[in-house]
């Protein structure tokens, strides 16, 4: 290929190469033949040679080389080359080039030349890469063109006044009278690039905003001159007069009407108007209307507009097109707290949503649907969400279980009807459901006094047919363990009466317990409720007692441990196995905020001991993160060590303080140990942010372990949902995140999310912590890092 061929003929030599390595060669040589050429004096073809390198640049190769050559060509007086060279400046520079700096001059020229045209290549260029710098050398030249007689430089000058504006915010200002007078201007160029520069001062400072408020009867005016204008084929798209233009004026308005009575009053005449005369069976007309109801729902408009805004939104629900359909869920996604009734009217649309094949729509729908639950539709609506869940996309199984848990413990018409709709969940779902559900249903079935018979003949049913579900199988022994004696009568007023055996009982226990799909914390479920049985039943003791001494030698650390203690009981202890292992008492809640499958209190409790004397001491709270450790001897006796979540050293069950001699010499199994009460660790805030809070508190295990716990707080009037915490630490430091309590902040405060996170640092380096926060509030989502160089109440040299 000839070194000086035109552009059509590299473009067609680059596309006829058949590799990658051909192709290169081609753009090699082109390459050099362009730099020879910039090299010399007389070059008659600089434009020619200087598009051919654009395209280059276009296809990803080096073209750096041709920065120069274009600031050259810009100061040319030949409008053929200037217009490459200023086209070569907005592809090959930016503001971090020093080279950019060397247009400036030029730039300041040809805004004063007489050729539009040539003004509107230099407004172009500097909207598209002036630096800062160039911006407060130009500022004034711009001023001016905004104020000049022709409409093709004026529209030009207010789009190149909003990228300064961006980069030099002092400079708004500036801009401020001349923007004003542009409204009067009939041509819609000039009208829109007024109305962007407007919205961009209004948005950057409070004080324009509020000079800016008495435009609002002329934007009022210009838009309704767009909506009842007649057919302009200038301005027509599928029959809206520039939609574009519509748009960019409702924007403005939302801004400026926004907490603003006076503001709002004048424009809610129009945005009627706009929402009954705009025609909604088009893609243009739907984004009109899309935009009115924005700007209804975000200023003081009337209760009767609102409503409109809502139907409108319901209408977009019925359309075919799933973006459309998208947007109208997300909107009232927003609105649902202070709108509930007006969104109810389409709560069956809303509920037709879930079963779309769209993944998007899905999940909006089910947020929504989530949000319209109350007390007066709880049962209609969790029947959708129940049928729902059980051919859900798995990745929606996890909310889904969720949202069902906190609307049933909100709004339960009945224990009996909580109880079952848990219980259907985790049929269900029983892998997807967060680690919290299972202590919580188990105290929701403790309080239940009246139907303890009901529930165990329901979950010893449910474990007969399916022990895959680990959290189902949990509450299903649990249960066994504790009410077995009325599963062995038989006798239920609220279910039809089976004859249970003990073998029975037994078999479906042995049976968890020798499961492969039984995980070590449901195998001591198991193995616990069996221990629980030696008191309840009469005839299989041995049985009990043979199954408990096989896991003396079990390989699970945890599971051998409590086999060895229980075997001591049956042995040593066996005059007070029957106290040890009788029945639990209620569990009280700890706050108003706990919710089955969120913890949403401040801590929570672990259940309290089977009796306490008078005169004998509380014992301190248990850690939080051994909720799910049911499987106490003495049935949640409280206590201060924490052990490991994979092998404990000390069993989580046995009572540290009992009221008799005979319940102290029990501490022999444990060599005597006598855990001292804990100073709580200090809490201090690391992240304070748009009503988000986030407080560390810290654990030192050992001298290389430590745990962190956050917790995080939301005093903003809006819910935040998909809440989630992501940490990041030095390379020798090992992390683990355990499961959060939720992903959600009700507004005010009134609930919080809790994280704990293991650390271990062998090496004892420097210990630091980078957290990334993400979250979705208004349906906008937010992410944001905050570092940790300090951890309260620990010894420096320690890590």
């Not at 409409?151 to 500036?174: F, N, P, Q, T, W």
Request: proline residues 4%.
């Amino acid at each position: 290929m000839s070194p000086s061929v035109p552009l059509q003929e590299m473009i067609r030599a680059i596309r006829s190469a058949r590799t990658q390595c051909e192709e290169r060669g081609v753009i090699q040589r082109e390459c050099a033949a362009i730099r020879a050429q910039f090299r010399q004096a007389d070059n008659g073809g600089r434009s020619h040679n200087l598009a051919k390198l654009l395209y280059v640049h276009m296809l990803g190769y080096p073209a750096h080389f041709g920065q120069m050559e274009c600031v050259r060509m810009i100061a040319s007086p030949r409008y053929s080359e200037k217009r490459v060279g200023y086209l070569g400046a907005m592809m090959l520079l930016d503001e971090k080039q020093d080279a950019s700096l060397l247009i400036t001059n030029s730039i300041k020229n040809d805004l004063s030349h007489s050729n539009q045209y040539v003004q509107s290549l230099a407004l172009c260029t500097l909207a598209c890469m002036g630096s800062a710098e160039m911006c407060r050398d130009l500022a004034p030249e711009i001023d001016r063109l905004l104020r000049a007689s022709n409409s093709y430089i004026k529209k030009k000058a207010a789009l190149c006044a909003v990228h300064i504006v961006r980069k030099v915010h002092d400079l708004g200002e500036l801009f401020a009278p001349a923007a004003r007078s542009l409204l009067s201007e009939k041509n819609h160029g000039v009208l829109h690039g007024a109305v962007v520069l407007i919205i961009e001062l209004c948005e950057r400072n409070p004080e324009t905003l509020e000079r800016f408020r008495k435009t609002v009867p002329d934007l009022v005016q210009i838009m309704k001159g767009l909506v009842l204008s007649g057919y302009s084929p200038e301005h027509d798209v599928a029959g809206i007069s520039d939609p574009f233009l519509q748009v960019r004026i409702l924007r403005l308005l939302r801004i400026l009407g926004r907490n603003n009575e006076g503001a709002s009053d004048a424009m809610n005449d129009l945005l009627a108007q706009v929402a009954t005369n705009t025609d909604s069976t088009k893609t243009v007309g739907n984004a009109v209307l899309y935009e009115t109801v924005l700007t209804v729902l975000d200023i003081k408009s009337e209760s009767g507009l609102r409503v409109l805004a809502v139907n409108i939104l319901g209408r977009f629900l019925l359309n075919n097109d799933r973006n459309i359909r998208y947007i109208a869920m997300t909107s009232l996604q927003k609105i649902v707290g202070t709108d509930h009734n007006a969104v109810q009217r389409h709560r069956g649309t809303i509920v037709d949503c879930l079963k779309d094949q769209d993944a998007s729509v899905k999940r909006r729908a089910l947020e929504l649907s989530l949000a319209l639950v109350s007390a007066s539709n709880i049962r209609s609506m969790m029947k959708e969400l129940l049928l729902f869940l059980s051919s859900c996309p798995p990745e929606l199984r996890a909310h889904a279980a969720s949202g069902i848990f906190n609307a049933a413990e909100r709004y339960a018409p009945s224990q009996r009807w909580h109880i079952d709709t848990i219980l259907h969940v985790l049929t269900t779902a029983g892998g997807d459901v967060r680690d919290e559900t299972v202590p919580n249903l188990i105290q929701l079935i403790t309080n239940a006094s009246e139907l303890h018979c009901y529930t165990v003949h329901k979950l010893y049913r449910a474990l007969l047919t399916d022990i895959s579900q680990q959290s189902l199988v949990q509450v299903a022994c649990w249960c066994i363990g504790e009410y077995g004696d009325l599963l062995l009568r038989g006798e239920c007023q609220e279910t039809e009466p089976v004859q249970v055996t003990e073998d029975d009982v037994l078999d479906a226990l042995e049976t968890v317990l020798q499961s492969h799909m039984s995980s070590p914390a449901t195998r001591g479920f198991a193995l616990t409720a069996t221990m629980k049985l030696s008191t309840r039943i009469t005839d299989n003791v041995d049985r009990i007692r043979s199954i408990v001494s096989i896991y003396g030698s079990c390989i699970d650390v945890e599971l051998q441990q409590r086999a060895v203690e229980y075997n001591a009981l049956f042995k040593k202890y066996d005059h007070m196995r029957a106290a040890v292992l009788e029945r639990m008492p209620v569990i009280e809640k700890n706050s108003p905020g706990h919710t089955n499958g969120e913890s949403t209190g401040d801590t929570i409790k672990e259940i309290q001991t089977a009796k306490i004397k008078q005169g004998e001491p509380l014992l301190p709270q248990q850690p939080a993160n051994q909720v799910c450790d049911l499987l106490d001897l003495l049935g949640g006796s409280e206590e201060t060590l924490q052990p490991s979540p994979a092998a404990s050293s000390a069993a989580p069950g046995l009572p540290v303080n009992t009221a008799s001699t005979a319940g102290g010499d029990l501490l022999d199994l444990l060599g005597g140990l006598e855990p001292a009460p804990l100073a709580p660790a200090p809490t201090v805030p690391v992240y304070e942010k748009d009503g988000v809070t986030l407080t560390l508190s810290c654990e030192k295990q050992s001298e290389t372990s430590l745990t962190v716990t956050l917790t995080a707080f939301n005093s903003t009037d809006s819910d935040i949902s998909s809440f989630t915490l992501q940490a990041a630490v030095p390379k020798s430091v090992q992390l683990h995140m355990k499961a959060p309590s939720g992903d959600s902040l009700p507004a005010r405060g009134t609930a919080k999310v809790t994280q704990m996170v293991v650390l271990n640092n062998p090496n004892k380096v420097n210990l630091k912590m980078r957290i990334r926060i993400s979250y979705t509030s208004r349906g906008s989502a937010f992410q944001d890092t905050v570092q940790i160089d300090s951890f309260p109440g620990l010894n420096a040299a320690g890590h």
